[in-house]
């Protein structure tokens, strides 16, 4: 390779990881706690603590759901199962402020007041790729920033002189090149991973970033478009006639007999209380690495089985595999935290990437640098005591406060808004140590709050087998050791000049 | 459950494999051969392969084993960082162990 | 990029080149996986949604291909001829093809 082509690429590697870096860095992060967006939302919600079967739940769900929105276009269930208690339900609502509801159901009563108020797990897995944005502004965003990191990886990769030589060096003390180093050790040691979790998220919104395929073959035909994609699912109009859906119980049996050794998953109603209503359940996705791969459809009020699908044409299945990896909802407990640690370190590398391009730049002078060095800390610290806040408001906003959901997640909008403030007026060096000192305390002392605010604490947890919340604790003080390790490092004068060596190419 | 016979064989492949890279090998305070610690290395790291898509199901095996193998590869670094001249003992001790358990599970 | 010819001219020129190889890569690397996602999606023997999923999957590795492409071509004029060449390749054997009935 001639050194002109190495340094062109690395161009375009640190273009295509500024551009959007900081929004990747808060992207990779929500995304990564969302492996655990089951047991966020159990810790969100400790006043569920009685559990159902499945099948019961959903029962459950339907009555409620039958007499509170009778009214909904449709209701999408997803059942409870060994990871979670709630009834996870979706469905259209004028009276919400985004038009639709998103809420947990009790699996005994079918009620949604049984837990406080809260989005709990459902917020990070929404952020992560809606980003808080109106439809489908947030989702086109998100894709191009996946795309973005994609060429970044992939020109890292090409860039990245000694990838096999280097593989296990990491050199301290040496300024620049202990970035460098921390910097490729990050990358390349999760390599697969962060090729895999970045080209699958782009497949997840196929349809949205590449919908030229199905253009050439449907035209603006995308019913058929739809129909043929997914022959599974049965649609047909509301017939405006009422008529009561048939008991679920059966149909959830017949299901779980088409799935053998499969659980039954989500549950989607369309057009209740109508006579055309069908019911389509899903098998769960723990039970295969592809993502809605069989379902049974039924007609509503007579409860007759009108189709079973499950997926096997070589193109839609690979597909259909690829989402379930970005998913991660087959992972086993060993898998969810390989995915998770996987996943810091990718947030990991971003970090250390954008500071690797401030420390490229001593002597550079002008608004850019200065406010990348400030940006950086903003949201390095920033997005992290953003989900603390979040957790924080969960324990200390009053149960019955109307518009509670709400408040938790502007208390995390407005955390990440500060922090980005505070870093633009301290030193980076400064803001660096005081931002992670205050993130390490305030993981440290969530376990407590928490404690304090539900009775439901550590020591409790472990004594009584309660691995949900005592996970989560330990997990939180984990962080915050991390985060002040991170506090006593940063802004220390890191040691001898910067060897300049110009055998491996840098982020220019 | 093959996880914890898989990380301490990813382990000490991966260990050996960075041993023979001269560098590593200065660090940790020895001067072998580089044949042999590559070729027991690469034996560790597809011994794991073997111990994991033995589970019954290969295909959630196999993603956990990919990451498996970042994580023993952190732990290499991490090690070579910290303690570098504990890492042959590590290597060789662990990766005995999970070597034999592992033919013994394959077998079994 | 950085012939002595370039150097010459006034400091506004990288700005400018770096602005449209920027461009070239984003816009012209989305425009070629447009355009191979509808050339295989219409040409791929398969069945018509397999043929979609197919092409949609492989169009999204084409975007970082063609941006290492824009990026390691020395000159920009035949960075651009290649991503407007291949594109406009591609669309004529989709238009040839055409929608399948």
Redesign the interface.
Known sequence: MKPGFRQSIAGLHSWSGLILGWLLFAIVLSGTATVFRSEISGWMRPEVVKAAPPEAAIEAAVRWLGTHHPKAAGWYLTAPDERILTTQAVFDDAAAPLGYRDIALDPVSGRPDVARSTLGGEFLYRFHFELQLPYPWGRYLAVAAAMLMLIAIVSGIIIHKRIFKDIFTFRAGKGKRSWLDAHNVLGVLALPFHLMITATGIVTLLSLVMPWGTAANYGADLETAFAEAAPGLVSREAAGRPAPLAPIGPMLAAARQHFGEGRVGRVSIANPGDANAIVTIGKHDGDQLAYAAQTVSFDGPSGRILKHYAETRPAQRTSDVLYGLHMGRFAPEVSRWLYFLCGLALAATIATGLILWIRSRPQACGAGPWIAARLNVGAVAGFPAAILAFFYANRLLPAQMPGRAEGEVSAFFWVWGAAIVFAMLRAPARAWREAFAVLALAAAALPVVSFVATGRGLWSAVIGGDWLFAGFDLTLFAFAALAAAIARRAGAPSAGPVPRRGRQAVPA | MSAALVLPLAFGGLSLLSLSMQRHARDAGITADPHWPRRLGWGGVLLSLAVAVAAPNWRFALVEWTGLMAVAAALVVLTLYGRPRALPKLAAGGGLLAAAAALLHLIG | ??STRSQSFPRVLPVVR?IAR?LL?SAGGYAL???L??????GLP????????????A???A???A??W???T?RLWQAAGGIAGLTAVLAAI?WTIG??A
């Open positions: 990029m950085n770096a920027l890569a996986a447009a355009a996602a509808y050339a295989l999606a219409r398969m069945a018509r949604s397999e043929a979609t999923v197919t092409a949609s999957l169009a999204i590795l975007m970082p291909v941006a290492v824009t990026y390691g020395p989709a929608q399948p």
